[in-house]
């Protein structure tokens, strides 16, 4: 698989591309893993790391709360399946949890192209043969198979797991409730009315809602109408 160029390019709303691989829990297919859940698929650049090992211990001790939401976990680096499942002994000693999501064993780096997850201009984050080891990439992607969020994070900068749970909710209560969520937004803040909310519906879905300016309106939504409920 080649490295040197890019695969063609995946932007927020299009349907992540399908692929067969091997995983710490067997071979899956990628859609039919999806099934009818939410998924998060993260990449990290190298197994038996000091910043790869903090991120898939906090993934680890957070999962309940995904699962909560009806949302998968599922790791990717460009190592082999046997050093995940050695590795990942270490993850549940250090990090006081246990792993129990699948790690994609992606050695050859044939979905790192295809999610363009290779780090191309960080000449330090290579392999012995000089090869690109993958960034920290996240891809949030719905029942439908579409990609609503993309995050890259480089090598040197450890992702913040609460933040990937926040937009989780931001999408998924958005989707339930066709508001905006604002600046800084936790589950049981005021939401911003989404703009195609016209203020004579919104009287209906939302009695209490605000007018701060013509296109700026909040309203109260507990956090138990949120998918953080």
């Given amino acids: 698989m080649a490295t040197d160029s890019r695969a063609a ?68 680096s460009a190592n082999t399946v046997d050093s995940h499942g050695g590795w990942i002994k270490d993850i549940d000693e250090i990090s006081g949890s246990k792993l129990s999501f699948p790690i994609i ?38 029942p439908k198979k579409t990609i609503r969020l993309i995050l890259s994070y480089p090598a040197s900068t450890g992702r913040n797991t609460a933040e990937v749970l926040r937009v989780v909710d931001s999408l998924q209560t958005g989707d339930k409730h066709r508001i905006t969520t604002p600046i800084n937004w936790i589950p049981g803040d005021d939401v911003i009315v989404h703009p195609s909310v016209k203020n004579e519906e919104a009287k209906t879905l939302f009695p209490d809602f605000r007018i701060v300016k013509p296109y700026l309106r909040f309203t109260p939504l507990p956090k138990e109408k949120t998918s953080a409920a």
């Fill in 9 to 76: 390019p995946l932007r927020l709303g299009s349907i992540a591309p399908n692929f067969q691989a091997e995983t710490t829990q067997g071979p899956i297919d990628f859609h039919e893993f999806i099934g009818d859940k939410w998924v998060v698929l993260f990449s990290h650049p190298e197994d038996y790391t000091p910043v790869c090992t903090t991120e898939l211990g906090a993934f680890a001790k957070l999962e309940p709360e995904f699962t909560k939401r009806g949302v998968k976990l599922i790791g990717l």
């Fill in 105 to 142: 064993g992606d050695k050859q780096r044939q979905v790192a192209y295809l999610y363009d997850m290779l780090d191309h201009q960080d000449t330090t984050n290579v392999d012995s043969k000089g090869i690109a080891f993958t960034i920290r990439s996240v891809f949030i992607i719905d």
